[in-house]
């Protein structure tokens, strides 16, 4: 029996709802579904990027944005966004909305279809995180930048196109 913790929400290219499934048939299926990334700062100002651990199925070892994963069935943007703060990196914070943006990718010979909604935040408080990935550094925003533009290889494929899309407005 499939768990409902286990569903996503599947939507159109309108980003409707238009059904449930599981992760695994989401991407089986090139099916779109819905995720969520925070860019959160640090009190000096300075991004919080991490690691990916080497057992992530995808895009393992890769520098990613601070916290991020999918929008679970019946979850608002909002809420998932704030489940994977604390899950990734065992705190709570506000944040704010910047923009919702559609991110399609390829992995494993596989065309990977979200919305995403992509929010800022700020903590002050310490990070502890989980099994997934790992604190690797803190960098300005100018920092991040070069970073990504000179090594883009060093980043998910998903960060760089989330980082360019709101660059701008992280500023």
């Not at 002050?124 to 604190?135: D, G, Q, T, V, Y």
Request: a neutral charge.
């Amino acid at each position: 029996m499939i768990d409902s913790d286990d569903l996503l929400d599947i939507v159109n290219e309108k980003d409707e709802v238009i059904g449930a499934d599981t992760k695994f048939n989401k991407f089986e299926k090139e099916l779109i579904s819905r995720n969520v990334v925070a860019f959160l700062k640090n009190p000096k100002g300075k991004y919080v990027v991490v690691r990916r651990a080497p057992t992530k199925k995808s895009f393992p070892n890769l520098l990613d944005i601070s916290a991020c994963g999918n929008v679970n069935k019946g979850e608002t943007y909002q809420e998932a966004i704030k489940r994977e703060i604390k899950e990734e990196l065992g705190i709570e914070c506000s944040v704010r909305l910047l923009t919702k943006i559609y991110n399609e990718s390829c992995e494993n010979g596989k065309k990977v279809k979200y919305f995403t909604a992509i929010f800022l935040g700020t903590t002050r408080e310490k990070l502890r995180p989980n099994k997934e990935h790992e604190i690797q550094q803190s960098m300005n925003i100018d920092e991040l930048g070069l970073k990504i533009k000179n090594n883009p290889e060093l980043f998910t494929p998903f960060f760089v196109n989330d980082f360019r899309e709101v660059e701008s407005l992280l500023r």
